[in-house]
């Protein structure tokens, strides 16, 4: 067995800079499924590189979809299916990436084969019955194994139709995304009502944005009702933005150093809630100048603030770091939900 030492360089001035980091894992995820419910050849830009990507389109091969990925370019090429599944059996290893396992397993509901999706030793510590649950009155089979409520998730000739369901909220908003993006492909309307506060809504928000861009419109009430009409996605030309929440470490950087980063291809209009981090450092004292497809923070004099960051917990971490420079103390609320997601 081999390690590997990394020096970490000390910063002796203030950092400066442009950047475009990787595409976003969450887009990246989100537009393999919508992509593979289409009828017909999708291209995907920008995909992340990724132990979770990696595993999302090895089990869409598994399950029989034509993919053609170029690392090196990030592109890749699906070829969808049209709400079909083209395997009628699969067994799918997810590691530890829930993303992947929700949004599969909400997947594998539309097939009339048997599939097993299991991970990690995490993976089977991770929720997921909420989903099932919810998938139920929609004609999956879709059941957990353990008692625990957490996958594996075992799915025999689900029959999904559509309906109407309720999902809980508090745990994780990847279950919402997951019905979400199954939902077009009913026969009839489905209509989702969520129980409970919505954790991480911009997520969602970001699941609809996605379904957009491949031809399915999404109707909600106040957020807590909603309604999706049998559609088709269409096939599309897909750009993944860059990570929002890589990109809070190259802001929190510039604001910890008081130096200037620029982050090329996020704008405020981005689907990625988590640019938002970008208002927390203004809050803290550094300056935000937005662009069209950039975002720059310069480092100013920071103070703490008291701050609810349930709609962009993914950034609370950089946050705790950049607090660590700041005049005073600094209050980060409502992100309970991240046992449960990590």
């Known amino acids: 067995m081999t390690s590997e030492t990394y020096l970490v360089p000390t910063v002796t001035s203030p950092v400066r800079g442009t950047i475009r980091p990787p595409g ?14 289409a009828d017909g050849h999708s ?8 132990q979770d990507t990696h595993v999302m389109i ?23 299916c049209a709400a ?16 992947s396992i929700r949004f599969l397993t909400a997947l594998c509901s539309l097939g009339q084969g048997t599939y097993l999706l299991r991970g990690n030793k995490r993976m089977s510590e991770r929720p997921i019955k909420d989903l099932t649950d919810a998938l139920a009155p929609l004609g999956s089979t879709a059941q957990c194994t353990a008692a625990t409520g957490c996958p594996p998730v075992h799915i025999i000739e689900s029959k999904f ?37 919505l954790v991480s809504k911009p997520y969602v928000d970001m699941t609809i944005g996605v379904m957009n861009k491949f031809g399915v419109t999404v109707h909600t009430d106040q957020g807590d009702l909603y309604r999706v009409g049998p559609q088709t996605y269409r096939p599309t030309e897909y750009s993944v ?7 809070s470490y190259f802001l929190g950087a510039a604001a910890i150093t008081g130096g200037e980063v620029t982050i090329e291809g996020l704008s405020r209009d981005a689907l990625q809630g988590d640019v938002a981090f970008a208002e927390v450092l203004e809050q803290m004292g550094c300056e935000i100048t937005w662009q069209s497809d950039a975002v720059t923070a310069r480092g100013g004099s920071l103070h703490g603030i008291d701050v609810d960051m349930n709609a962009i917990s993914d950034t609370a ?20 939900h991240v046992r449960h997601k990590e």
């Open 84 to 99: 079909q599944i083209p395997a009628d059996s699969a067994e799918l290893w997810l590691e530890n990436s829930g993303t």
């Open 43 to 50: 291209r995907l830009t920008g995909v992340l590189d990724s």
């Open 241 to 247: 933005e860059p990570d929002a929440s890589a990109a």
């Open 24 to 37: 976003s894992k969450s887009l990246t995820n989100r537009a393999l499924i919508c992509a593979a419910l």
């Open 317 to 336: 971490q950089t946050l705790a770091v950049v607090a660590l420079f700041a005049e005073g103390p600094t209050r980060i609320r409502n992100i309970g």
């Open 58 to 80: 090895d089990s869409l091969q598994r399950l029989g979809f034509t993919i053609m990925h170029d690392s090196q370019s990030a592109n890749l090429q699906i070829t969808g």
């Open 161 to 197: 139709q559509g309906g109407r369901t309720a999902v809980a909220g508090s745990i994780s908003s990847q279950f919402l995304s997951a019905l979400l993006m199954v939902a077009p492909c009913g026969s009839q309307q489905t209509e989702i009502a969520v129980d409970g506060e």
